[in-house]
């Protein structure tokens, strides 16, 4: 085993290409643009753009990076090598890839023989003539090369000898990274250890012989980027989620050798994904030493996990390893008295590390250092023997009983506890509503509700009414309408999310009903709930918590403190 100490391990984002390729993520120029930039923040030293000339967005956006440069990373070029019976200079598919104007280009071969036969419909021996005519073609034209093996475990596996001598091409043709892919995910951990501890021998003895050739002179390399390694070709890893164990693989192959670990940020990729540099970066930097990006950027990552998913318009993770909402969330009443005693208790990392923080999650199973801890949360003193701490407890207690989650819903809890002591702001009174929802025969039988309301605020009442095209849409616009003119920062609220569940389904129509809504100011994000047997009274609840808990954090309580709310000019 390396000295993990003394081991740089190069980070290779391919989110923007083969993350990319997971069903369900489409993005756009300016969503990979804003991506990269991230990840340049993050201390990501490889930024795989995409494949120049397989789609115009990918060519557009190697363009705009001339434009908005990156500070630190190598943005990549990805394509395949050079098509059968045809040379790399003649192949069109190549200059797409030396226009982009990368200094370091990734290409793919076939390892597996398999592949080649029945993939490529070529001969095993002008399969290595491509990987060697390709990989000498971007060297010739002063591009750094990683070489991509793709199939590499599948390949070894069925045929050895002919999987080493592609890595051997390779190396003799000027790659200074050899990736070993298990492109089909199936590999398991004891496998990759193995074969990469074998694959390490071969290098080591072909190494010597391809490195005294004049084209790896370090004057040919005059336009390297001094931050990336010397030219000695060196083992990266590119595993897939396949079986479960893509980030387990990674871990396996750098411990014995790789120092390029290749994945994506959440773990985004075709069908199961790829290894997550969510889980791969604490893992090698926090529990094994090993060096992959400073101190400052690895407090990044929760960060970068979540504003990415939020740029890919994927709900993220919230049970992810390391950078999920829940990651160092602790629940029942003996965990959070150990923990606030000792984090070592129930924490194998210290969350700040890696950017997350420590949440106390309320719920039935709460104890009263749950309420302690989560009142110390929200700014609110509260000592063990006031007597709200234990009335707060049995409250939330029976209110569980009766269908609520605040476990899910921390802002309706927050406004709960406030109210228990005194704290919670009157922003306005609702008078009453109705909705009414009509099914239209057309466009597939959508419906179109309107709702009206009237609410009070310091005397004065407001009547509105707006429509939606269902009863909640319907319920919130008007009670937003009637309200924003009173409080303007309503205006930058929205409505993110909106669950239901039936909780007792075996009372049929009766069945009381849970509604969480999560609502949003731009910045923020916030959960409350309600709990009715009308699915219209549960909602109205969550939706009226959601405006007030947004207010409360905008501080308006304060202004409205000190003088009276402003007066429409024509109240209704």
């Known amino acids: 085993m390396p000295d993990s100490a003394a081991t740089p391990i190069w980070i290779y984002d391919t989110t923007l290409r083969d993350g990319a390729q997971m069903e369900g993520l489409s993005l756009s120029l300016e969503d990979k643009l804003r991506i990269a930039h991230q990840l340049d923040r993050l201390g990501v030293p490889f930024i795989e753009g995409g494949w120049p000339g397989a789609n115009p967005k990918d060519v557009q956006f190697f363009w705009h990076l001339k434009e908005q440069p990156l500070s630190q990373a190598e943005v990549v070029a990805f394509c395949s090598t050079r098509r059968p019976s045809r040379t790399a200079e003649d192949d069109p598919m ?10 370091w280009v990734t290409v793919f071969g076939k ?9 490529l419909k070529t001969t095993l021996d002008e399969n290595l003539a491509m990987i060697g005519d ?11 090369v990683i070489y991509d093996a793709e199939h590499w475990f599948d390949g070894y596996r069925a045929n050895p000898d002919y999987a080493l001598k592609t890595l051997k091409v390779a190396i003799a043709a000027g790659a200074e990274w050899l990736v070993l892919c298990d492109t089909n995910g199936g590999t ?9 501890r074998t694959v390490r021998s071969v290098m080591d003895a072909t190494v010597m012989d391809a490195t ?33 164990t893509a980030v387990a693989n990674a871990i396996a192959a750098v411990i014995e050798g790789a120092q390029m670990v290749q994945g994506t940020i959440n773990g985004y990729g075709e069908r199961c994904g790829n290894a997550n540099l969510c889980s791969l970066i604490p893992n090698l930097q926090v529990k094994l030493g090993y060096r992959c990006v400073s101190d400052e950027q690895l407090a990044l990552l929760t960060e970068s996990s979540r504003l990415i998913s939020e740029i890919a318009n994927l709900a993220p993770d919230d049970h992810a390893p390391f950078v999920g909402q829940s990651a160092f969330a602790h629940k029942g009443g003996i965990h959070v008295s150990a923990v606030e005693r000792n984090p070592l208790t129930y924490e194998h990392i210290q969350p700040e590390h890696i950017g997350n923080l420590r949440r106390i999650v309320i719920s039935e199973q709460a104890g009263l250092s749950n309420v302690l801890a989560k009142a110390r949360s929200f700014g609110i003193d509260l000592q063990k023997d006031d007597p709200a701490c234990r009335e707060i407890l049995q409250h939330l207690k029976s209110l569980e009983h009766e269908g609520y989650q605040f476990e899910a819903a921390e802002a309706s809890f ?13 922003f306005f009174d609702i008078k009453g509503f109705q909705v009414r929802c009509d099914m239209l025969p057309i466009n597939g039988g959508s419906s ?6 009237k609410v009070a605020v310091s005397g004065d009442e407001y009547l509105e009414a707006a429509e939606g095209n269902g009863p909640v849409a319907a319920l919130d616009a008007a009670l937003r309408k009637a309200l924003v003119n009173v409080y303007p920062a309503i205006a930058h609220f929205h409505l993110t999310d909106y669950k239901v569940r039936i909780l007792d389904s075996g009372a049929g129509t009766s069945a009381k009903t849970r509604v969480l809504v999560e609502s949003s100011n731009g910045q923020q994000r916030w959960t409350t709930v309600g709990v009715s047997p009308n699915i219209i009274e549960a909602s109205y609840q969550a939706v009226v918590e959601g405006l007030e808990y947004g207010l409360l954090k905008q501080r308006v309580c304060h202004l409205f403190e000190r003088e009276e709310p402003p007066r429409s000019a024509n109240p209704r």
């Open 188 to 196: 398991l951990p004891h496998e990759v250890a193995t074969i990469v």
């Open 134 to 144: 390709t990989l000498r073609f971007f060297r010739d034209q002063g591009r750094r």
């Open 212 to 244: 005294a050739k004049p084209g790896w002179s370090e004057s040919a390399l005059s336009m390297a980027n001094p931050q990336i390694p010397s030219p000695k070709p060196q083992l990266g890893i590119h595993t897939h989620n396949d079986s479960g």
């Open 448 to 453: 179109d509700a309107l709702a009206t309301i």
């Open 111 to 119: 390892s597996w023989d398999l592949h080649v036969t029945e993939g």
């Open 414 to 426: 927050e406004l709960l506890m406030r109210e228990a002591l005194g704290q919670r702001p009157n």
């Open 94 to 103: 190549l200059r797409p890839i030396l226009s982009a104007g990368t200094r």
